[in-house]
């Protein structure tokens, strides 16, 4: 019986400010949980958070985008906002863009990463969250552990791996996707890629299986709502071993403190700090962005774990960079390439004071 990893999450309301989640929202979620399971809607369900997102991971055996599911995530989001209202947390219900549930989560505002699986005799799965960034901030790490030998030493000497990975890309603007083989089309693949705000990465599957080894949700919240509503903060799910990156391969890939968009308002560039779920609350300029991995294995659906692999001291120099980062990039202020591009700002007063301004200019001589 194939069964479906679901990971849809949602920010409902900060503690403090955008900084953090609280217990009680998080209870709210894990009550919702344990009566889908009771039910017999899910087989398992763990709820867990980055920052002031809230992560539902679900298993069960009803596909990708099963309206149900859909509509339980949908409903918790609702009941968390309703205690985060309570607390008078911050921004409550900010992800839910839309009044009601119309049949799938997406395009309502929550992100979601969702694969289907045939369950193999042992299935670690790592599920990443993130927050203070957006859809694209997982390009370059699933890039470095798919398809860069120097990350991922099974591309090289492990005969499952061997033929490479099929990477599918989504074009965040104009709604379409296509599919790239590597490692032989890998100078196309990087094109696209290399502009994460706009070409997100959301599947990669083997090419000697065709089995699903990694998605991340890819949903804009700019871009549904039409104006700045806070960042995605992805997830993403990857399976690991046999076919598959090793753990330590997929962690790898995150010993470098990348540089995304996101931090401060969603409009600047900053680092991507693997940390332990303990210190996944973005507090310095609202980041920098952070990233938790957990790590599960998959027993007759059952979500076993989980463990919380940057729990590590071998990424204690990742998050240094990412503070040596942070302190460089914070001295530039409000200028590139901290802030981002114009046209990539979340948030901007420029046309406010391009207006105000324009009976000021003057032509050059
Ligand atoms: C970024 C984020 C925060 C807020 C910032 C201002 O994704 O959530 O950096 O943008 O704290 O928040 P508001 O506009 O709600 O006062
Ligand atoms: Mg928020
Ligand atoms: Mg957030």
Known sequence: ??????????????????????????????????????????????????GDDMFLIMSHEHGENHEQVHKLAWDTFIAGTEVAKKLHLYGAGQDLLVDAFSGNIRGAGPGSAEMEIEERPSEPVIVLMADKTSAGAFNLPFYKMFADPFNTAGLVIAEPMHDGFAFEVHDVKEHRKIVFNTPEEIYDLLVFIGSPARYA????????????????????????????????????????????????????????????????????????????????????????????????????????????????????NVRQEANNISDILRKHGPFEPHRLPLDEMEYTTMPAVAAKMESRWSPTE
């Not at 903060?233 to 990348?258: K, N, S």
């Not at 540089?259 to 303990?278: C, D, K, N, Q, T």
């Open 1 to 50: 019986m194939p069964q479906t990893l679901s990971v849809i999450k949602a920010d409902v309301g900060g503690f403090v400010g955008h900084s953090a989640s609280h217990e009680e929202v998080l209870d709210a979620g894990r009550e919702a949980m344990a009566q889908a399971i009771q039910s017999g809607l899910l087989i398992d369900a763990h709820v867990s958070h980055c």
């Open 201 to 316: 990465l959301k599947r990669v599957a083997s090419r000697q299986t065709g089995e699903i080894g990694a998605v991340s949700s890819t949903d804009k919240l700019s871009l549904i709502a039409g104006r700045y509503v806070g960042k995605d903060d992805p997830a993403a799910i990857v399976r690991c071993q046999g076919h598959f990156p090793a753990v330590g391969e997929v962690l790898e890939a995150f010993t470098t403190a990348y540089i995304v968009e996101g931090f401060m308002r969603g409009s600047h560039y900053g680092p991507l700090m693997p940390v332990a779920l303990r210190d996944a609350h973005p507090a310095r300029f609202d980041g920098p962005p952070r990233l938790v991995a957990l790590g599960f294995q998959i027993a007759d659906g059952k979500l076993v774990g989980p463990r919380d692999m940057f729990d590590d001291p071998s990424f204690d």
